[in-house]
């Protein structure tokens, strides 16, 4: 019998490939969206069935959206068009990015955190209208915690950049 084949670990530069569109969304947003990159199949539904209901909006579409079977973190994409679109339109790299958050969930977390790092030092992550940023002093000798939070609970701002200018080279 032939053994199993061994799974790869992603290298940190692979994950932070991965995780540069959007490691700079809201926490709660970025959550969602890692959350949801685990179910690639449920992502293309939804965005069919997205272009299929274009019209629909606050109740009306709370109430559609309780008849799917989709994960709760593919329903709340629905409210974030240009997030399902790219999670449907770059179907690999979803299914690559959900793989990585099921195989290497710290490591996802902590190549977000190198990249919020980058562009901050790079000054292109400030708080701001949309957004606040939080930076948490961790103990001696392990990096600091970098939050996004919206700014107003009601309202959540999909940032929009373009990760060679913001982290750098």
């Not at 109740?59 to 068009?81: I, Y």
């Amino acid at each position: 019998p032939q053994a199993a084949p061994v799974e790869q670990k992603a290298s940190p530069e692979q994950l932070d490939a991965l995780v540069a569109p959007i490691a700079l969304y809201p926490d709660p947003l970025l959550a969602q969206t890692l959350a949801a990159a685990t179910y690639p199949l449920e992502i293309v539904e939804a965005g069919r069935w997205t272009e299929k209901h274009p019209g629909l909006k606050d109740k009306a579409l709370e109430d559609a959206l309780k008849e799917q079977t989709w994960d709760a973190s593919v329903k709340s994409l629905v409210a974030f068009p240009q997030v399902l679109t790219m999670m449907n339109e770059e179907l690999a790299w979803t299914q690559k990015l959900g793989d990585a958050v099921l195989a290497q969930q710290s490591d996802v977390m902590d190549a977000v955190q190198r990249l919020r790092g980058k562009a901050k030092a790079q000054g292109n992550l400030e708080s701001g209208e949309q957004q606040t940023v939080i930076v948490e002093q961790a103990p001696q000798g392990e990096p600091a915690i970098i939050r996004i939070e919206q700014a107003s609970p009601q309202v959540v701002y999909v940032p929009t950049y373009n990760p060679t200018v913001v982290y750098g080279s």
